[in-house]
T-cell receptor, first 114, second 112 residues
């Protein structure tokens, strides 16, 4: 398996623009997570899905953030409109609800909002 | 709310030293604990996963221990090498949830 795939790897945009981050989880995994990493706050969970259904979005900072999972192999995280304080690395992770419940992380998307 | 603390925040050692990284958590009702490695500008690589019923896990020069009752875990790295330089993150999977709570990490530098 190729692991968790994220695109783009880097995104530079201007304030006010819409940004869409994409994630393909590991095949067969039933959980998908979106995290954000900043120097100040470390790694924070934004939202997670189970079987394509959003379970907990309490970590989503504002209404400007939205996430979807239309099928088991694809998820998006959208920021509209983007602001400079959204600059961070966004990670997607997936796991299978089995004995180990081990999460596997993608390479991340480095977002810079100017 | 679960909180995870890692000490020290940064560590610099000469090559060949054995070292210990510490992780503590406030809620002992955890399902498992994972240690990750993160290289600069890269993603997270899982190093070791310890189930709540286990005491330790070993992989090569790495050994992770878990004392759930005291809310502590340690990552022991034997005979450190410059290639071990990275940030090491501890994360706990909370019982009843699927969410990981991360520490802020320990930045390790091993000098030749």
């Amino acid at each position: 398996d190729a692991g968790v795939i994220q695109s783009p790897r880097h995104e530079v945009t201007e304030m006010g623009q819409e940004v869409t981050l994409r994630c393909k989880p590991i095949s067969g995994h039933d959980y998908l997570f979106w995290y954000r990493q900043t120097m100040m706050r470390g790694l924070e969970l934004l939202i997670y899905f189970n079987n394509n259904v959003p379970i907990d979005d309490s970590g989503m900072p504002e209404d400007r953030f939205s996430a979807k999972m239309p099928n088991a192999s694809f998820s998006t995280l959208k920021i509209q409109p983007s602001e400079p304080r959204d600059s961070a690395v966004y990670f997607c992770a997936s796991s299978f609800r089995g004995e180990r419940n081990e999460q596997f992380f993608g390479p991340g998307t480095r977002l810079t909002v100017l | 709310k679960q909180e995870v603390t890692q000490i020290p925040a940064a560590l610099s050692v000469p090559e060949g030293e054995n070292l210990v990284l510490n992780c503590s958590f406030t809620d002992s009702a955890i399902y498992n604990l994972q240690w990750f490695r993160q290289d600069p500008g890269k993603g997270l690589t899982s190093l070791l996963l310890i189930q709540s019923s286990q005491r330790e896990q070993t992989s090569g020069r790495l050994n992770a221990s878990l004392d759930k009752s005291s809310g502590r875990s340690t990552l022991y790295i034997a005979a450190s090498q410059p290639g071990d330089s990275a940030t090491y993150l501890c994360a706990v999977l909370n019982s009843g949830y699927s969410t990981l709570t991360f520490g802020k990490g320990t930045m390790l530098l091993v000098s030749p």
